[in-house]
Nanobody, 120 residues
Framework: QLQLVESGGGMAQTGGSLSLSCVAS???????????GSWYRQVPGKERVLVAF?????????EYADFAQGRFTISRDNGQKTIYLQMNGLSVEDTAVYYC?????????WGQGTQVTVSP
């Protein structure tokens, strides 16, 4: 069973930056590099939405939500079993709980979430 722990959330001012990490531990049948990874975010009363996606392998294929394009960067380090989300140019609208998801063979694993709060 794979466990994910996010970190790096916290408070930032508008225009600032935060870097989130999602570290995997536990048994994975197959190499961690075979997992795809995603970051989602959720605000109270709303659905969880996709922020960014990174494909399996070395992470050459990435996709972003329109609101994240050009400001956020998703990356991975397979040796460290970690997926990152670098967030720049933060705005108040980016305030949310951010969750990472790792997918392997049609099974999804979620972290517990990390709060990001952006002040004006």
């Amino acid at each position: 069973q794979l466990q994910l722990v996010e970190s790096g959330g916290g408070m930032a001012q508008t225009g600032g930056s935060l870097s989130l990490s999602c570290v995997a531990s536990g048994y994975v049948h197959g190499a961690y590099s075979a997992c795809s990874g995603s970051w989602y975010r959720q605000v109270p009363g709303k659905e969880r939405v996709l922020v960014a996606f990174i494909a399996s392998g070395s992470g050459g294929l990435t996709e972003y939500a329109d609101f994240a394009q050009g400001r956020f960067t998703i990356s991975r380090d397979n040796g460290q079993k970690t997926i990152y989300l670098q967030m720049n140019g933060l705005s108040v609208e980016d305030t949310a709980v951010y969750y990472c998801k790792v997918s392997l063979r049609a099974k999804d694993y979620w972290g517990q979430g990390t709060q990001v709060t952006v002040s004006p």
